[in-house]
């Protein structure tokens, strides 16, 4: 097959376009053509189609107000973004055209141009963009579904855009144009990574155009690890929705009776250090650190307190052979079995956070089954190989194949 990947960075930048790389891979490896497009940025792999790559844009820096009323226009609709999309279409006729993190730099406008060329064009909803202008259903970083039902001017009422008015009113002049312009309508199929995901979205796209297709983790390269070096591990972004602080909290009230380990930046970091003194916080981690702090880990917690999407955290974790504790939100219940391979509390819920690591922390046998049962399940459920044969067969169901 002929397949076009559409993702507005063509760098490893975050999960959209970990799962982008891994599908690329796949698709490069097993005899299948693949042609990029994105956005130029100097941080870009090479590839031999970026010349049809959008410029640069920037939304994060000052703009003078008649930049702000051109910049407005190109976040909603990106014409030059169409125009190359549907140029490189005719060029190569892909079969299918799998977009990911779209949003904003390339835009939707791109669905429309790719179908204006004859190709079938697949979605994986990295985010609830379709149905939340804000695109992580929050609101206050409180959790929030007052837009499920397509009632976009929730967010002026609730300028859920960090309080701004302005901002508010772009991402809902955004999500009320695309919906006149019908680009989410003429996806062929939408592929959710949880049954959370799925549901989130039923109002505005029919069971029918949805496909379930959980990310999948690399267990050639990620071995499971017998080592317990009697510490809890949080790994991730140091901000409010995902529940670090609630962690923190339990581990105080624990007396710190078990070590916990932050690995992570984002902006309470030096809040949070100041705040709990107690834990020990490694900041950013990667590589051989990354795998060590890994190895080590007696349970991988996941205290997330946004509507979190099919957390590869939790599955990297799992395929360390590492119980997981997570909370009752989202796609987390999805991958956590509470009892078989992890344990589940509710969210925000200290006290419920405090008691399931004590329990796991006091018992070794506990945490060796939970972690033995984790990777079994990961193996079965959520392998990288699993994934990408599914994805294949939805690619030939659409083009007939």
Request: glycine content about 8%; overall charge neutral; charged content about 20%.
């Amino acid at each position: 097959m002929r397949v076009l990947l559409a993702n507005k960075f063509f760098f490893r930048n975050g999960g959209s376009e970990t799962v982008m790389f891994q599908e690329r891979d796949y698709l490069l490896s097993n005899g299948h053509e693949v042609i990029d497009f994105s956005m130029d940025d100097s941080r870009n792999f090479d590839s031999p189609y970026k010349t049809y790559f959008v410029g640069n844009q920037d939304y994060r820096g000052p703009q003078g107000k008649l930049a702000s009323i051109r910049t407005a226009v190109q976040f909603i609709h990106s014409g030059e973004a169409a125009e190359k999309m549907y140029a490189l279409v005719r060029k190569t006729r892909p079969d299918i055209v799998h977009c990911h993190n779209i949003y904003h730099q390339l835009t939707p406008s791109i669905i429309g141009a790719a179908k204006e060329g004859g190709a079938k064009v697949v979605l994986t909803l990295h985010d609830y963009k379709p149905v939340c202008p804000v695109y992580n259903r929050l609101r206050q970083d409180a959790p929030c579904s007052d837009c499920l039902d397509g009632r976009f001017s929730n967010v002026l009422r609730h300028k859920c855009a960090g309080g701004s008015l302005g901002k508010s009113a772009l991402l809902f002049a955004e999500a009320v144009v695309q919906r006149w312009m019908g680009n989410y309508e003429k996806v062929d199929a939408f592929i959710a990574p949880s049954r959370f995901m799925a549901e989130s979205i039923a109002h505005r796209v029919p069971d029918s155009r949805t496909r379930l297709l959980y990310n999948g983790v690399d267990l050639d390269a990620l071995q499971p690890s017998t080592a317990d070096a009697g510490y809890v591990l949080y790994l991730g972004r140091l901000s409010a929705e995902k529940g670090v602080a609630t962690l923190l909290k339990a581990h105080a009230n624990s007396q710190a009776k078990w070590p916990l380990h932050i690995a992570g930046t984002g902006p309470l970091e030096e809040v949070l250090k100041q705040q709990f003194p107690l834990a020990t916080f490694l900041g950013h981690v990667s590589g051989g650190q990354l795998k060590q702090v890994m190895d080590g880990a007696s349970v991988v917690v996941v205290p997330s307190e946004w509507y979190e999407n099919c957390p590869m955290s939790v599955l990297e974790a799992m395929a360390y052979g590492k119980p997981v504790v997570g909370s009752r939100m989202g796609g987390i219940p999805e991958l956590v079995v509470d009892g078989q391979t992890g344990l589940l509390f509710d969210a925000g819920d200290t006290y419920s956070l405090q008691a399931q690591l004590d329990r796991l922390m006091s018992e070794p046998d506990l945490r060796r089954r939970l972690g033995e049962q984790a990777r079994q399940r990961v193996e079965s459920e959520f392998s990288l190989g699993r994934h990408n044969t599914c994805l294949i067969d939805i690619y030939k169901k659409l083009i007939g194949g």
